[in-house]
Each structure stands twice: as structure tokens, then as C-alpha cells.
């Protein structure tokens, strides 16, 4: 068996891998490879191929490996290098999920006959082919994609979601590079959209003392590098109008925030283009790199070199890859581990701008609601994640309207697992009272759907669902009131819903919602909020129990009965190590007769109102246990 760290580049090729041509690999039913598996771990001794495949395929089948040049998907054509099976006393391919994603040079046969993905060679994001690759991406995104598709908004929604005020980067003519901030008429503009870092540094922005001087002229040479880099990506992509909010929003003219902050979503959604600059820490970062790698030299997984020849003799190169290291779904973590995809607005700006150039350290990336590309014309993703499955494609979701049971559920949990677990929890904010302001355009896409009422992140439609939210991780509570304790914007961590039952059934009873907004934004900032709640509550212990982990030890909680029996996991919102078991209230959610969620609440001193403090999943392994036993049902209050 080949040592996991051997280099595949010291071992030579076989017999059965010196014999791969083109035509073999994309014949149908592919190459026989190795007739056997254990053929394959003799040769993976001394072979550097058939070392790489043993690693990738631990299947332990003794059967036929077949190697063979097969499509992605149905929907995308890019070639990959696929690996089958074949059992001996049957006949019949079996193929796993297995792959190597594939490139070659660009004059390479393979790319020219056989469609094998063609590497582009790069220079600099600002240079005349990333221009013209950029502007191939729109012009094919703008002919044959739908994602110039406004989200669901009225004519009169519309007019009043315009940005108020543009950047006109052509006030004065192609010659003066000189711009200045205009007043928005009505009349629809196409304008592109800046999403960047604030940091630490202090920025030009527009203030009620300023504003007049915006109008009039702003000089080139004062910009932000960041700034002025999106009025030259803003120009030479022919688009006059250009919207950033540090210059767009009066900053110390409280009302004209809490108005502009309040459309920003739709600011966004209804842009032409967004410019992401990912690599930047401030606004003085810049959009351009200096030079661009491809992905492949950036991956501490090395490409294998394949050579090959056709049937007229012409030698190829193939090069296999496998990006993903075990990971199931890799994306580009120039982009999803930019300093970008930690700020928390911009979550919001990613999922409903139509179309992202992003400005990365390692080369451009384009990525709108049916794509995401690469500069470099690599797409590793593609393996795992489908062709149609980007940041902004969850918008697309939200195009005209669903009043349908299944559809509204469906975007329920779009709402929870995909916007506020998987891309928004994680997220810093420079302002922890904008948790909510910061997704408030979010908010307002999916309540046009939904047309229940919103509570502080949560939705009343299945409200029992929306509460069983739990954190992961490192958690902070904020400085100041932000929003009620049952909601996931209490807290700043990382938070996650447990998988949807159908078989759970849910007899909470909501009497009385009290939401007190701090603005004129019902999706934004709250002064107060609880919920009156009629439910069955039950009596339990949580116990806290030390793990041994890497970092020193972690906190697990074991919920049980009065009569010390397990019921099941508790999920605390804070590290609070105690000693002794602690005797809590447990609003039931939902159950069935296998197993269940709760809330576990605190009730506050000499009063009947409840806070929460963690939620518990409930299992039906002791259904003999008194806590399972039918009581009366209770109205609460919950802050």
C-alpha cells in the first residue's frame, strides 16, 4: 500500500495507465483501468495514477475499475474523469460519485475535440482581458439568464425602493474623471453597486455638512482607493451611475439612515451589477490585484499530470484534480474566505444582488443567480454543487409570489438554514445594534411571501420551528437590548436548526405578539418585544458534563427527569458550568412518539414571565417517564 504522503510525480505510470488515449476514455463505458482491486493496490505501489485513484476510490469492491470522460451533470457539459465499477458476475456498470475535475492548456487536443476544460493564463484584474471577460459574462448573463428578474415588488413598492441619490461617474464628460452625487428622479437607472469593508480607517463619507459639496463636485483624487477603483470598473463597463452607501446615506443625519438602510436590500436587488472588492480590509484597499494565480496553485492539492495521445499521434496533457480534500462542497475560498464574507451586510448584498463581479486576491470571479465562473475558466464547484446553485440563486427563489403549503415551508427553511444559519450567523458587525437592520431587506423579500407577521428574525407561520433555533460555538451577548431572548438575535454566534419532522406536532397556542420598533422599518431595529404563549410545560434537569476536546474541554448538556432518567440533549445559549444538576421549565414545541423539541426557559424573579436559555431535543426512549405525561396547558410570557 502507497504511503498517503509518497509524491505521485516520483512514481511511474503502469501498463494499464501508459495505455490511456482520448478516444478510451470517451468511449462508452469508459477505459478498463484495472481489472481488479487488488491489480489496483499492486500497481499503486509504483504507479503514481493508480497510487492517486486508490487514495480517491476506498470503495474495497473487488471488481473491474472503469475510467471514463463523462459530463458533470445533465445541465452541465464540462468534462470530468469519472470512475466505475464493474463486478465480475454482473455485467452492469456500477458508478460511484467519485470524479477528478479536469483541465488542459488551451491549443491542448483535448480541449479543442474532446471539450476537456481550457486553463486561461492570467495577468492582473485590471488588465484589458479580465475587462473582456467581464463584460462576456454580462452580456451573456443580461441575453440568456433570468436574473435581471426584479424580486417581487408592486410598481409603487418600486418607485419607493430607488437608491435617493446616485453617483454620476460621467457628471463631467470621459476626459475629467471627477464625479458627484446626484438626486434620483424616479425614472429607472441602470447603476452598479459597490459591497466592500468599512474597517477601522476612517472613510469619506457624506454628512449633512458635506452634502452640498458632493453635489457640486467630487475630485477623483480625493476617493478612497477602493472608490476610486469602482468608478473606473463603473466606467469602463459603460454603466453611468454608481451606488455607495458611505456617500449615498447622509451618516450623521439619523432619519435619512434609518430611510436608506431600510431599501438597501432592494438598493442591491435592483442593481445592474454589483463590484465586490473581497480582498479588502478598508475602504482604501482597493479592488485590483497585482498579479493573478489560478486556483489550482493556490490549493495545497496538487494537480496530477496525465499524459496522452490521440489516435493521430498528437501528445496531450490532462491534469486531475481533486480541490475538494474530503470537503463535499468546496467554493472559492478567495471568496467565501475573503474579509467580505465576514461583514454582516454583507450577507444581504451578496444573496440579492442579480450579478457579483468579485474582486479577489487571486483573480476575478463572476457569480450571478445562475453561475458562478472563474477568470481562470476552472470550476471545481461544479462537482458538488451543481451549476445553478450560487449565493444569489437563492433569490431567485423568491421571484413571484407562493401561496402554496409546500412552496411556503420550502422558503421557510431557505429563510433559517440558508440565510440566517449558513450565511448570516457567522457574520461581524461593526455595529452589534444593526443585527437585525442588517438582513432587514432580506426580510423584506421573503415577507412578501410569507405575509405574516415578523418577530425579530423569527416568522409566525410555524413559529414553533423558528424557535428551536441553537447556537454553535463561541457565543457574545450584546452590550444593550437588541432583541428578545427567544430570538437568534440575542445572541452573536453561529446558529443552526435541527432537520424538519413531519411527524412532530405542535400544540403551542401564540395569544399576543408585541413587537415596538426603535424606526419606521418593520424589519429593522426593536425598542421591545414578547410573545404571550399558551403551551404544556414540563420539569427537568439540565446536566452540565466537561468533554475533553483539542482546545481544552467543551460543555455537553444532558437533559433529564426528575427521576434522573435521559430525555435527551440540551443546547444552552451560554458556557455556564455548573456543578449541580439545575431545574428548569420546558415548553414543549413539537413531538411525536419518538421524539420532540423544547424550549428551556428561566423564570425571571417574583413575576410570571420567562426568558429562554437554551432548547432541548427530546427523545422517546423512556415514554414511561412522568415528563411525557399529558398536563394541562399554560399561558406564558416570554421576553
Request: proline share 4%; net charge neutral; hydrophobic share 35%.
Amino acid at each position: 500500500m502507497p504511503e498517503e504522503n509518497s509524491s505521485n510525480a516520483e512514481l511511474k505510470n503502469c501498463k494499464h495507465c501508459r495505455d490511456i488515449t482520448l478516444e478510451r476514455l470517451a468511449a462508452p463505458g469508459g477505459y478498463l483501468h484495472a481489472p481488479s482491486r487488488s491489480s489496483l493496490v499492486r500497481s499503486a505501489q509504483k504507479c503514481g495514477l493508480c497510487s492517486l485513484l486508490f487514495r480517491k476510490d476506498r470503495s474495497r469492491r473487488n471488481s473491474q475499475i472503469f475510467l471514463a470522460l463523462e459530463p458533470f451533470s445533465d445541465d452541465d457539459p464540462q468534462m470530468c474523469l469519472k470512475i466505475g465499477h464493474m463486478s465480475t458476475s454482473n455485467d452492469t456498470p456500477v458508478r460511484n460519485q467519485l470524479a477528478f475535475f479536469l483541465y488542459t492548456s488551451l491549443e491542448d487536443p483535448a480541449a479543442v475535440s474532446f471539450g476537456i476544460t481550457a486553463k486561461r493564463e492570467l495577468s492582473n484584474t485590471q488588465s484589458e482581458a479580465s475587462y473582456n471577460i467581464a463584460t462576456k459574462w454580462i452580456d451573456d448573463c443580461v441575453e440568456n439568464h433570468s436574473c435581471s428578474t426584479h424580486l417581487s415588488l408592486s410598481l409603487k413598492e418600486r418607485d419607493n425602493m430607488f437608491p435617493t441619490r446616485l453617483l454620476d461617474v460621467e457628471a463631467f464628460g470621459d476626459a475629467d474623471q471627477d464625479i458627484r452625487l446626484v438626486d434620483h428622479d424616479g425614472v429607472f437607472k441602470r447603476y452598479t453597486t459597490l459591497s466592500y469593508c468599512w474597517g477601522n480607517s476612517r472613510a469619506f463619507t457624506t454628512t449633512s455638512r458635506s452634502i452640498r459639496l458632493r453635489k457640486t463636485r467630487i475630485a477623483f483624487s480625493t476617493l478612497p482607493k477602493t472608490f476610486q477603483d469602482a468608478v473606473d470598473i463603473t466606467r469602463r463597463l459603460r454603466v453611468r451611475y454608481l451606488w455607495i452607501d458611505a456617500l449615498a446615506i447622509i451618516q450623521d443625519d439619523k432619519l435619512d439612515w434609518q430611510r436608506e438602510s431600510a431599501k438597501m436590500g432592494a438598493v442591491y436587488s435592483m442593481s445592474f451589477l454589483t463590484i465586490a472588492a473581497d480582498a479588502g480590509v478598508d475602504c482604501n484597499s482597493g479592488c485590483f490585484n497585482l498579479s493573478s494565480t489560478s486556483q489550482e496553485l493556490a490549493s495545497e492539492n496538487a494537480p496530477f499530470e496525465l499524459p496522452s495521445k490521440t489516435v493521430t499521434g498528437e501528445e496531450s496533457h490532462l491534469f486531475l484534480w481533486d480541490p475538494s480534500r474530503g470537503t463535499r462542497r468546496p467554493t472559492p475560498p478567495e471568496i467565501d474566505g475573503s474579509p467580505l464574507a465576514e461583514r454582516g451586510w454583507c450577507c444581504q448584498e451578496r444573496i440579492l444582488s442579480p450579478r457579483i463581479l468579485h474582486y479577489t486576491t487571486s483573480q476575478l470571479f463572476w457569480e450571478c443567480r445562475q453561475v458562478l465562473l472563474a477568470e481562470d475558466g476552472l470550476r471545481p464547484w461544479s462537482m458538488w454543487t451543481g451549476k445553478s446553485e450560487t449565493v444569489p440563486g437563492l433569490a431567485a427563489n423568491l421571484y413571484g409570489t407562493t401561496s402554496d403549503l409546500h412552496g411556503l415551508i420550502r422558503l421557510l427553511d431557505i429563510w433559517y438554514n440558508n440565510v440566517v444559519a449558513q450565511s448570516y450567523s457567522r457574520r461581524k458587525l461593526t455595529r452589534e445594534e444593526d443585527k437585525l437592520t442588517a438582513i432587514s431587506g432580506i426580510a423584506r423579500a421573503f415577507f412578501r411571501h410569507f405575509r405574516c407577521e415578523y418577530i425579530a428574525g423569527l416568522w409566525l407561520d410555524d413559529l414553533s420551528f423558528g424557535l428551536s433555533w441553537r447556537r454553535r460555538g463561541v457565543v457574545q451577548k450584546p452590550s444593550s437590548y437588541r432583541s428578545p431572548t427567544f430570538s437568534w438575535a440575542s445572541l452573536d454566534c453561529i446558529v443552526e436548526w435541527p432537520l424538519r419532522t413531519e411527524s412532530h406536532k405542535s400544540s403551542l397556542k401564540i395569544e399576543k405578539i408585541h413587537v415596538e420598533l426603535e424606526s419606521q422599518d418593520p424589519f429593522g431595529r426593536l425598542s421591545s418585544c414578547w410573545l404571550i404563549i399558551t403551551g404544556h410545560i414540563r420539569q427537568a434537569f439540565i446536566v452540565c458534563n466537561k468533554r475533553i476536546s483539542a482546545g481544552g474541554y467543551d460543555l455537553v448538556w444532558e437533559l433529564k427527569s426528575t427521576s434522573s432518567k435521559l430525555l435527551g440533549t440540551a443546547f444552552m445559549d451560554e458556557d455556564d458550568y455548573q456543578d449541580v444538576p439545575k431545574l428548569v421549565d420546558c415548553l414543549i414545541l413539537s413531538e411525536d412518539e419518538k421524539a420532540g423539541q423544547a424550549l428551556i426557559l428561566e423564570r425571571l424573579p417574583s413575576s410570571d414571565r420567562y426568558q429562554r436559555i437554551g432548547v432541548a431535543a427530546t427523545h422517546g426512549y423512556e415514554r414511561d417517564d412522568g415528563f411525557f405525561d399529558q398536563s394541562a396547558a399554560q399561558t406564558i410570557t416570554i421576553f
